[in-house]
């Protein structure tokens, strides 16, 4: 699977989309992007994922470059709940044969919203 | 309710004592998984199961066992406790068409004294 490095924390002030970087310069044409996160001492919650093209559900928004070198996920307008550590994972698809096992969880960024 | 549950919350107990975590789902999902997560790092695979007569050991599985009792309930059990298995444990699911798409319970505390 590819690597991910992502900034270890970000600010947002609450209200503002949060914009979390990510960058996968090795990532593989049948690899996909996912984005999960940890609230503190939570389990993990699944927020989304895709390939290529960029990808919206009630959560936030996938923003993926068209060289698929880097992406960002885009919480619209965050709250303060929103305050979490986000993982930026890139796996093979199942589709495409993955190993189907385990997520590997990097440090992730730590977002602080602020009021 | 909760999809994924896990029994019991918190935990301490001592060295040498045996202990089982227990999960379970009503998600319908085929696959299950067992992580633990130490303070300020990510999630280590533990054992991870395909369907009932499918387990396989994750990355770190030396001092754990796991019982698939059914499609929806996954234990794993410390044999002889150690306190550097002091940690988060996290049950995880997911179905076959989305495995990369896992949804977690709310973690046990385990403290091994």
């Known amino acids: 699977d590819a690597k991910t490095t992502q900034p270890p924390s970000m600010d947002c002030a609450e209200g503002r989309a949060a914009n979390l970087p990510c960058n996968h310069s090795?990532?593989?044409?049948?690899?996909?992007v996912y984005w999960y996160r940890q609230i503190h001492s939570q389990g993990p919650q699944y927020i989304i994922h895709?390939?290529?093209n960029n990808e919206t559900n009630e959560m936030a928004s996938l923003i993926i470059t068209e060289d698929r070198k880097s992406s960002t996920l885009i919480l619209p307008h965050a709250t303060l709940r929103d305050t979490a550590v986000y993982y930026c994972?890139?796996?093979?698809?199942?589709?495409?044969?993955?190993?189907?096992?385990?997520?590997?969880f990097g440090k992730g960024t730590k977002l602080s919203v602020k009021p | 309710d909760a999809d994924v549950t896990q029994t019991p919350r918190n935990r301490i107990t001592k060295t040498g004592k045996r202990i089982m975590l227990e999960c379970s789902q009503t998600?319908?999902?085929?696959?299950m998984y067992w992580y633990r997560q130490d303070p300020g790092l990510g999630l280590q695979l533990i054992y991870y199961?395909?369907?009932?007569?499918?387990?396989n050991k994750g990355e770190i599985s030396d001092g754990y066992s796991v019982s698939r009792q059914a499609q929806a309930k996954f234990s794993l059990s410390l044999e002889s406790a150690i306190p550097n298995q002091t940690a988060l444990y996290f049950c995880?699911?997911?179905?076959?068409?989305?495995?990369?798409?896992?949804?977690f319970g709310p973690g046990t505390r385990l403290t091994v004294l």
């Open positions: 995880a699911t997911s179905d076959r068409q989305g495995a990369d798409t896992q949804y």
């Open positions: 090795t990532i593989s044409g049948n690899e996909y």
């Open positions: 895709g390939l290529k």
């Open positions: 994972i890139v796996r093979v698809g199942a589709n495409y044969g993955g190993s189907q096992g385990n997520l590997i």
């Open positions: 998600k319908g999902h085929d696959r």
């Open positions: 199961s395909f369907d009932v007569k499918d387990i």
